[in-house]
């Protein structure tokens, strides 16, 4: 059973818009984290957006301004809008959560951003 369900990947344009969606299953009990990382072939994980176990919002360099990321608690979900999309946003997207004893990815998604 995957324990986080990422949806809404896939071929867009640059210029458009793509907004991803996370939900985590009922055997993550409690989420006090949870965002979103990409990475790219050969290259490591970096961080897009988040909310942090603090309560605060957490944005990559190359997100801000353009990324907006949205919860809602009572889904165990979190939303990634990502308008004005280039083709160095190309990646596979993946979710994340924590609880107060583990670390959880989702399968990820492929997002390409190509004409």
């Known amino acids: 059973q995957e324990q986080l369900v990422e949806s809404g990947g896939g071929l867009v344009q640059p210029g458009g818009s793509l907004r991803l969606s996370c939900v985590a299953s009922?055997?993550?009990?409690?989420?006090?984290?949870m965002g979103w990382y990409r990475q790219v072939p050969g290259g490591q994980r970096n961080l897009v957006a988040a909310?942090?176990?603090?309560?605060?919002?957490h944005y990559g360099d190359f997100a801000k301004g353009r990324f907006t990321i949205t919860r809602d608690n009572a889904k165990k979900a979190v939303y990634l809008q990502m308008d004005n999309l280039n083709p160095e946003d190309t990646a596979v997207y993946y979710c994340?959560?924590?609880?107060?004893?583990?670390?959880?990815w989702g399968q990820g998604t492929q997002v390409t951003v190509s004409s």
């Open positions: 909310f942090l176990s603090s309560g605060n919002v």
């Open positions: 994340y959560a924590k609880d107060n004893d583990n670390f959880y």
């Open positions: 009922e055997s993550i009990v409690s989420v006090n984290a």
